[in-house]
């Protein structure tokens, strides 16, 4: 069993998930309440993890998980709850969802007196796979929808409608309902326009092809993250564009031509929609 920090004063630890990147254990508090430890392993992204680290410490429990404690790459987190998002989404439907999203957003976005940490990514560093892979084809001689979302990115990146720290991975398994209501966990922690976390949320739930193919869905989405982050519904499915591309680009890095081709067929679909708004 692991040992964590005595001066957390936490028992009881149960391996409840893990991923390439951590190990996600629930323990419980000398107070007896139940608490989150993510240990980090050692993998190229790591520096992700620590960004959003310190996004929580700054949010201060608004809108996310509060960080209760920090010990070199692990983290004693808030524990946000038992329902995810995505379960919401399964029962009471998309449109409940995507409610509830654009109030998680509202809350993230909220203003805070605390200087905002300095080592957020900023946004054009976390579109450098995108802009890259649009170099290649532009040489290439291919006019692909890569080169196309580039050409938004930049527009967006030169022009942004605000700046502010950004959880950097918001979608329906990164929200969940507890004693304080929803939260917001796992972010990334990056700075550049709101619309960029609002962007991920069309491309999600993964195993939803159905919903994120939907042109009505993704009209309906656009304009509630539109009302909710002050911009138009055009610029939010922009963003949508360039996310979605930038997703892909990740993966083609990879080699994982499946998920690439996903990204790729609903991000067209979201321009279909953008071209008709």
Known sequence: MPEFPQRWKVSAPELIAETFSSRIWKVWREDGQPAIVKDLKPFDDVQDELRGEHFLAWRRGEGAVRLLGRDGHRMLLEYAGDTLLSQVLNKQGDNAATAIAAEVMARLFSPSKHPAPPDLQPLRERFVSLFKKARHDRDAGDVSLYVEAAAIAERLLADPHDIRPL???????????????????????????????????????????????????????????????????????????????????????????????????????????????
């Open 167 to 277: 959880h950097g991975d918001l979608h329906h398994d990164n929200i969940m309902f507890g004693p304080r209501g929803w939260l917001a966990f796992d972010p990334k922690g990056a700075l550049g326009d709101p619309g960029f976390d609002a962007a991920n949320m069309f491309y999600n739930p993964l195993e939803r092809d159905d919903l994120c193919l939907d042109p009505h869905r993704i009209a309906h989405m656009a304009e509630i993250f539109a009302r909710t982050l002050g911009q138009t519904p055009p610029a939010i499915l922009d963003h949508a564009i360039a996310y979605g591309c930038l997703s892909a680009a990740w993966h083609h890095e990879d080699g994982n031509a499946v998920d690439e081709n996903r990204e790729l067929l609903i991000a067209r679909t979201i321009r279909t929609v953008r071209r008709n708004f």
